[in-house]
């Protein structure tokens, strides 16, 4: 039983990594608008996003490819909210950038143009396609160049997946180590709050005390 829970957890965090390594998806922009997306990666892992933009036609009443006077400006943040890429690109292109820092990295894209003769007043759709890790490298190209046989580019490309899923799997404790910091430092301060509370009340009781003995003793009740 113990060795089917090792597998059985061995296996969604292959499909978690699997699953987050690639993300294809396309969304709508006006003109001035900016998009961002927040992207969980680990240190020391490649990312290649691909984007290609569409204006729509109002008589044909459909998405065309962009002009080429219109492109998208992409900014990458890490968590520490540096910037560590900060381009211009045309109206379909290619950015890569390496992180350095685990966490959440935030990618933003926005359109380059403010003239409003291309826009026309409309919308334009971006197709975006983030690949993450070993997802990111092009196995022809690295065969091709290195000179490599079917069963050695084989090889790499499980090397590589087991480093990813390591760096991976750092992340998680990197992660869990966060928590469990953030779940003591709350805790802590909860207990010195309660503390803290008791006090004033103690001070507040005595005082109160204090204040009615010399009531009544002003009075002569005492």
Known sequence: PAAGRMFAAAGILLLNVFYSVVSSLYFHIGETEKKCFIEEIPDETMIIGNYRTQLYDKQREEYLPATQGLGMFVEVRDPDDKVILSRQYGSEGRFTFTSH??????????????????????????????????????????????????????VRQLVEQVDQIQKEQNYQRYREERFRQTSESTNQRVLWWSIVQTLILVAIGIWQMRHLKSFFEAKKLV
């Open 101 to 154: 820092t685990p966490g959440e990295h935030q990618i933003c894209l926005h359109s380059n143009s403010s003239k409003f003769s291309l826009f026309a007043g409309g919308l334009l759709r971006v197709h975006l396609d983030i690949q993450v890790g070993e997802h990111a490298n092009n196995y022809a190209e690295i065969a091709a160049k290195d000179k490599l046989t079917e069963l050695q580019l084989r």
